[in-house]
């Protein structure tokens, strides 16, 4: 388990207006919902999120 490159790409062009309580609850958001084999995209992260970051609209990045 680990970060998508584009949720990498998010999480560095997000404003994080909630500050590190946003991050650790985005955090474990994305492992509880993740497959422990796959890594954490951003879809599992902002899904239900009520401010849509810009940061989405980056284009998709292999993953590693």
């Known amino acids: ?3 998508s490159d584009r949720t ?3 999480y560095l062009h997000y ?3 909630g500050n590190i309580r946003e991050l650790e609850n985005l955090m474990e958001r994305g492992v509880i919902i993740t ?3 796959q890594s954490i995209d951003v879809d599992a ?3 239900i999120h009520h ?3 810009k ?3 980056l284009p998709a990045t292999k993953e590693l």
């Open 1 to 3: 388990m680990g970060l």
């Open 55 to 57: 940061a989405l609209t």
């Open 15 to 17: 404003d994080w207006p």
């Open 35 to 37: 497959d422990g084999d």
């Open 8 to 10: 990498i790409e998010v």
């Open 51 to 53: 401010k849509w970051p």
């Open 45 to 47: 992260l902002f899904r």
